[in-house]
């Protein structure tokens, strides 16, 4: 049992165990530890996106739990650690508090004005209603679903709309679900822009 909890074999604390058992509940041990992404909007591709999301948990931002901000200590002191990790840290972060949003919003790529116009009313609309549910800290990745055509150049057009909608390469990513090889190729570009 002690190797198991990765406790030294000749330690005989039972409140050390105690203690690493409360932090680290075996039965939170068996989800492995991934950062957790909230996806917002587009819900019918929330099931498609997880399973293309290895390396992540995914969740609807509607189906997580509204955390109270917490008020910021001015002063630590006299504060005593009642252990390695505070109680519950662990499932909050992996199970209740994203590490990031994933905002889905549908972009005609072939628009003749790149669809900039459309894609800022409905991003300014998301981004709204993350703020609403998240902290104002919580970084936010808007996620460009090509709908319709997608242009030769679909690269090329993203980069001018993210640069008019002042977005860089972490805070926005394309999604291509036409079809599977670019669903999949997007995908990991997705993950990988998500992980960053």
């Known amino acids: 049992e002690k190797e198991r909890m990765g406790l030294p074999p000749g330690l005989t604390t039972t409140l050390m165990e105690e203690e690493y058992e409360e932090a ?3 039965s939170l041990l068996r989800i492995p530890p991934l950062p957790l992404v909230a996806l917002h909007g587009l819900t019918e591709l929330h099931s ?13 931002l509607d189906a997580l ?7 910021k200590r001015a002063n630590w002191d006299g504060e005593r650690p009642g252990g390695i990790l505070k109680q519950g840290w662990l499932r909050k972060h992996v199970q209740e508090k994203p590490a990031v949003v994933a905002t889905l919003v549908q972009w005609a790529a072939s628009a003749d004005n790149n669809g900039a116009d459309e894609a800022s009313a409905v991003i300014q609309a998301a981004l709204s209603a993350c703020n609403d549910r998240t902290e104002q800290r919580q970084r936010v990745v808007v996620v460009f679903v090509v709908v319709g055509d997608v242009p030769s150049d679909v690269e090329h057009r993203l980069d001018r709309v993210t640069l008019q909608l002042g977005l860089d390469s972490k805070t926005s990513a394309l999604l291509l679900p036409g079809h599977e090889g670019t669903m999949s190729a997007s995908s990991a570009a997705l ?4 992980l960053d």
């Open 48 to 60: 498609n996106i997880s399973a293309r999301l290895p390396m992540l948990r995914t969740a609807d």
């Open 24 to 26: 680290l509940p075996s």
């Open 191 to 194: 993950q990988s822009v998500l």
């Open 65 to 71: 739990p509204l955390l109270p901000n917490k008020p």
